[in-house]
């Protein structure tokens, strides 16, 4: 993919000055009077790279018909980058996202074979070294179907499960769990600091060579998370099965130490909101109640590995990966990528769903405009939230995991399409 090259006239340098000029692509300059937001567009590897694109038609197409605009960065990242530069990203990304951009998008990260020298993902430093770095420690995945969407199974395309009785916010904890070396590592590499080395343990009874990651969750890290999902729950409609509104956790604490705790912080923070109800299970049983009950669940909270793995499928009954968003949140930063990866074998063929992509949009001016106060904004996250759900009920130009043929910048087209006449509106 060629970025294109120019440089940042028209703002102030200081804001761009860590970024060598060249590698950074900022959109037109603002009309007088817009409110202009600045996001950090980093497309990473594969497929990242062209859901990015359809991100940024989205962002465009606001831009084009309201008094929002997006001064839109694109940042070059990811392992294929670092298979090409040496860098995982230039050196002064991670504190541009940090300090100077609104909100951030990422694509997706890895290449087949990029691995760093220490055995680690290359490109970790921007998905992982963000998650890490910029303390973002609640993922939050929606998992929701829409009307229109068919599920893939044994290679047919069949309605499983029912719009309107899948509709769940998933908060996977973002930050600690059993990805915690790996994460403080990643955000070693992207703050510069000296790398995390987790202590020596033994192991009575085996033997030979072992490999382990160590599972530390913390009082202060469960907290927050399931803090933001009684929040969140607050703001929602309830579970669609009965309308009641009901944080689930969800563990193994008949297992594990980390669990016990995760679960006694969850129950300690539940008594500070006494008109939502509370729901406990075990991640094993969990995987059959998500596919058989799902209407039963409004906002589930899940400690980190588990929420990566329930998520993905979750994905299945939002009809794919293809269909799944995300936002990373933290109290100040946040990004907002498809759950998807970069799917190489998909990669430069213009075929890959761009839902994930858009809908993550939707989240990220969700969270703009309620962090910011920008009623305006939330109401246009809902109106794509709208477009999508419109596009959909056509039932016309799905993708080809949808069982259609459609390309993916023809529905990133006509989902703006159908946005634009919203906006204007609006
Ligand atoms: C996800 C992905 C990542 C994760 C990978 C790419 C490191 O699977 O965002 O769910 O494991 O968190
Ligand atoms: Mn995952």
Redesign the pocket.
Known sequence: MSIVICPPSGYNPFHFSRLPLGRVHVGAPFAEGMSDHRIAILPGDGVGREVAEEAKRILDTIQAHTNHGFEQVTIPCGGQNYKETGEEWAEGSFEFCRDEADAIFLG???YPGARLPNGD?AG?SV??GMRAGLDLYA?VRPIKLYEGVPHKVHGKFTQIWEPGMVDMTVLRENTEGL?HSLLRRSADRALGREEYVPPEMTFPGLEGEVAYDPRPISVKGTERLVRMGFEIAEARNGAPEDGEKRVSCIDKSNVTRGCQLFRRVFDEVATSYPSIGTDHGYIDAFMQWLTRTPEYYDVVVLSNMFG?IA??LGAVLQGGMGMAA?GNVGDHNAFF?P?H?SAPKHAGQNKVNPIASINSIQMMLDWLGRKNGEEELVQIANLIDESVAEHLRGGKLLTYDLGGKATCSQVGESISSILSAKLTNL
Request: proline fraction near 0%.
């Open positions: 997706a990260i890895g993902l970790g998905i992982l993922n990805y990566d998520t993905d995300s990528e759950v990866g």
